[in-house]
């Protein structure tokens, strides 16, 4: 592939940038050799390489082209937003929610996600030699690293499976202008069965905490616990619903453990008191939660979003908190998309359909009708009188549990809302928190249930249904905006006795609760592809408000078109790659003619 040709040259400027930002000189090493004799000859040989080169890793997962594919692919094409600030200029994210995507399109480019899987190739191929030449990198040193790398490696190929269905998969490092680069695309499932194979490989090897001197590292590097996490989600996409319970739970035994070491910390944050509260609301599940202590909801919020190394996030991309002036990374893409406070309105907004939700006390669509309007994600995650999206994009939100009910706070939008400035938007971006493997397990045990009402399927079904609504209804009740829960606030097991009703509070509350994180338009995905059909997913998207909905929904009778199409650039280069029927390959006039 032509954008793999010359990773081999950024591998040098990747550990250039970090050199450079730890201060050390090394203009007279670099004016010797060649970038690639640099690597193949000199640089492998102590332990800081390897790390300088791993911390390179995380680094370009900070760039914003990452970062907006992440946004682009997971939410983009989803019906959780609608065109917002200018977005008739900006042509390809345009014709994204348009559903007018061709192969010309930007957002069809993958070469980011293809720099940093060469990266942690490059890792994984030279690191064991340094056992021989530095004797304090140890061999678990390397086992930890070799684990570290093949996860990271991993995501980033989940990431383009989920997005373009079969693509180029190679575990090799790619050094030389001889190797062979234009790969044909490996199948989606035999990409998927790697990455497990790979991840159950090395998960033992993995770090399990990073020590207490390194708070960072513990939600900022691949941990075993971001391994199971994926693994969760992998094995859901396989349709092993055993094996996705199995890590969810592993997960979640690791998480309580990890939540105690952190309550029994000498100035933790939370009291031992005050956590028994806590867990008491949620089920025993450690999740971020209402202070039965305080009034205001918004340092829930922000605990997640914007200090970040919540005990509930179990990785999560880290910007600076401040980075105007301290040469880190701001996220940028937040800003852009989302909104800051010189546009409080980005390229999307909330679409009606999701806003009408926050003023309506029955029939909503995303939202529960029993939570009245108690749910702080009511008005932590958009507004509902701008549809303007707040998640992310706000530092501070003070959501007062002392008014009758979170609608209220809209009255006071501008003075209890405090957006990041323009171009300092130091939120985290969150891959994996605990909320989020437990939706997986509650969907993973839908799939195991009966279809039916009769008294024998509800009877096979009693215990799965059971523990599908604790999971349900532990992230449904930390989200109710009160300081005491009355039954009135909260769901009611007896409302779900059915594979289908359990299934559908699942998706919701899925959508409601990490709406706006990337998941969205994965998850659609997921559904369509565990159905055989996409019959569902068509009548969701025909109902986006920008599109064409008789287009759309002819559009979506195909299977094909659930996925992207490949870039117009990488056809050209690598032959191998058989364009998706239903996109093309852009060379037409009528493509060129949508993407100018």
Request: net charge negative.
């Amino acid at each position: 592939m032509k954008t793999i040709k010359n990773i081999y040259h950024a591998i040098g400027l990747c550990v250039l940038c970090v050199l450079s930002a730890l201060c050390v000189s090394c203009s007279d090493f670099l004016e010797i050799k060649q970038m690639n004799e640099i690597i193949l000859e000199d640089f492998w040989n102590e332990k800081t390489d390897v790390e300088n080169v791993v911390t390179g890793c995380y680094a370009a997962m900070l760039e914003s082209d990452i970062r907006e594919r992440m946004m682009v692919w997971g939410e983009g094409r989803s019906d959780n937003v609608a065109g917002g600030r200018d977005i008739t200029n900006q042509l390809n994210l345009y014709n994204v929610l348009r559903e007018n995507i061709t192969a010309m399109n930007t957002y069809t480019k993958w070469e980011s996600f293809y720099t940093v899987i060469n990266y942690c190739n490059t890792v994984l191929k030279y690191a064991p030699t340094l056992n021989s030449v530095d004797p304090s990198f140890t061999q678990a040193d390397l086992k930890a690293t070799v684990a570290e790398m093949t996860a990271l490696r991993s995501l980033c190929y989940f990431y383009l499976i989920r997005t373009f269905r079969d693509v180029p998969f190679s575990r090799e490092a790619f050094i030389d202008d001889d190797q062979r680069m234009d790969l044909p695309a490996t199948p989606f499932y035999d990409v998927l069965d790697s990455l497990i194979y790979d991840l159950e490989s090395v998960k033992g090897d993995a770090v399990t905490r990073y020590p207490l001197t390194e708070p960072r590292d513990q939600t900022g590097r691949i941990t075993r616990d971001a391994i199971y996490a994926m693994l969760c989600e992998m094995y859901l996409w396989r349709q092993n619903y055993d094996d996705c319970i199995r890590y969810a739970e592993m997960l979640i035994e690791s998480r309580k453990e990890y939540f105690k070491e952190k309550v029994s910390t000498a100035g933790f944050r939370i009291s031992a008191s005050e956590a028994e509260q806590m867990l008491e609301r949620t089920n025993g599940y450690p999740l971020e939660c209402l202070h039965l202590s305080g009034a205001n909801y918004g340092s829930v919020y922000q605990n997640i979003f914007v200090k970040g190394n919540s005990f509930e996030t179990i990785f999560e991309l880290v910007y600076a908190d401040n980075p105007s002036g301290s040469g880190q990374k701001a996220n940028s893409a937040i800003g852009s998309f989302y909104g800051n406070s010189r546009d409080k309105m980005g390229s999307w907004v909330a679409p009606n359909l999701v806003v009408e939700d926050a003023v309506k006390t029955e029939a909503r669509t995303v939202f529960e009708d029993a939570n009245k309007a108690y749910d702080a994600r009511l008005y932590t995650t958009f507004s509902s009188s701008s549809g303007y999206i707040t998640k992310y994009a706000t530092r501070e939100q003070d959501v007062d549990v002392s008014t009758s009910k979170v609608a209220d706070n809209e009255k006071n939008t501008d003075n209890r809302r405090t957006y990041f400035g323009d171009g300092e938007n130091g939120s985290k971006w969150v891959i994996y928190r605990l909320p989020d493997i437990m939706l997986l397990e509650a969907e993973a045990l839908c799939q195991q249930m009966t279809e039916g009402t009769d008294s024998a399927a509800v009877s096979m079904n009693r215990e799965k249904l059971d523990k599908a609504f604790q999971l349900v209804n532990a992230i449904n009740k930390r989200s109710i905006c009160k300081n005491t829960l009355l039954a009135a606030d909260t769901l009611k097991r007896n409302n779900y006795n059915s594979k289908s009703q359990m299934e559908s509070l699942v998706q919701r509350e899925r959508r409601r609760e990490l709406m706006f994180e990337g998941k969205r338009y994965y998850d659609l995905v997921r559904y369509a592809m565990r159905a055989g059909n996409t019959n569902e997913f068509a009548s969701i998207m025909s109902n986006r408000e920008d599109v064409n909905q008789g287009f759309v929904s002819n559009f979506f009778k195909k299977m094909d078109a659930i996925f992207w199409p490949y870039n117009y650039e990488e056809m050209r280069v690598n032959r191998n790659l058989v364009p998706n029927p239903v996109f093309g390959t852009g060379e037409n006039e009528s493509y060129e003619k949508t993407s100018k």
